[in-house]
């Protein structure tokens, strides 16, 4: 899905705001004319308000059809972000959403699994929404206190494992630990994940291994969110194996994990 049909500008209501850690909030965007459109992977581009000249691409993490709301939930990192995070229920935000390519997907009744590392974890929570007990979510933190949407993810039916960095909570270690045991008790039809790069690179890597369908959310830096700006340019192969100059924004942010020039 391209954003050329989205690119109107549009103005939303926050429902809600909640802070649910030290620097991550969970906001509730009432958008109709977004949510009808949208679908797992994609993202919205918010305008924070006051002197700011550019947009924040946010993942979507929650698509409410029936109420017409978007949720999202994001982390403070600087002044752009922080000013999202002053908003409150009843407060107006300009939005560009949907925007770009969402993820695949397949029956609902195959086997997934779903890898999220930081902020990379909550695109991944409409996919487990989908598969519910047919998903295994595999979460990375860099501590407990860190990790969000974890009850979220158990509210699915999904079989959910938190990795933490320092051993808080769950696994101590890296998702590719998890994963490596998930690929050997039952292959599964896909893998979906988002996150750091190094984290995507790895899992990408034992799911070409296996020959396992493998999609990656990247995360890039964006100006304009509609491919005009070639600011989030990334390098995929094609099909004749030519290296080609994408967009995040536009072409992505979901790639085929083999189309990925790692």
């Known amino acids: 899905m391209t954003n050329d049909k989205y690119t109107q500008k549009l103005m939303g209501t926050v429902v809600s705001m909640t802070r649910i850690t030290a620097d991550a909030w969970d906001m509730v965007i009432e958008c109709p004319e977004a949510a009808k ?3 797992p992977g994609q993202f919205a581009h918010l ?3 006051g002197n700011f000249s550019l947009r924040r691409p946010i993942s979507i993490c929650g698509i409410g059809k029936e ?3 978007l949720r999202i939930v994001f982390e403070v990192r600087g002044e752009g972000t922080k000013a999202l995070a002053a908003l409150r229920s009843g407060d ?5 959403a949907p925007l770009g390519h969402g993820f695949t997907l397949l029956e609902p009744e195959r086997r997934v699994i ?3 590392g930081g902020i990379g974890t909550p695109p991944m929570l409409p996919l487990a929404q989908y ?3 047919n998903a295994v979510c595999i979460c990375g933190s860099r501590t407990e206190k860190a990790a969000v949407l974890q009850d979220d993810f158990k509210q699915t039916g999904a079989q959910t494992i938190l990795c933490t960095d320092d051993g808080s ?4 270690g890296l998702v590719t630990a998890p994963l490596a045991d998930a690929l050997s008790e039952n292959r599964p039809d896909m893998i979906y994940a988002c996150g750091p790069m190094p984290m995507l690179r790895a899992v990408a890597a034992m799911a070409k291994e296996q020959g396992i369908p493998c999609e990656v959310s990247l995360e890039e830096r964006m100006g304009c969110g509609v491919g005009a700006c070639l ?3 990334c390098n995929i192969y094609l099909n004749d194996g030519e290296i080609h100059a994408a967009h995040v924004c536009k072409d992505g942010p979901v790639f085929d994990a083999e189309r990925v020039v790692w």
Not at 92 to 96: A, H, I, S, Y
Not at 169 to 172: F, L, R, S
């Open 92 to 96: 107006c935000v300009n939005l560009l």
């Open 114 to 116: 779903l890898i999220g």
């Open 169 to 172: 909570a769950g696994v101590h």
């Open 67 to 69: 109420a017409g709301t």
């Open 37 to 39: 459109k949208a679908v």
């Open 231 to 233: 600011v989030c340019a």
């Open 47 to 49: 305008l924070p308000e």
């Open 131 to 133: 598969y519910r007990e």
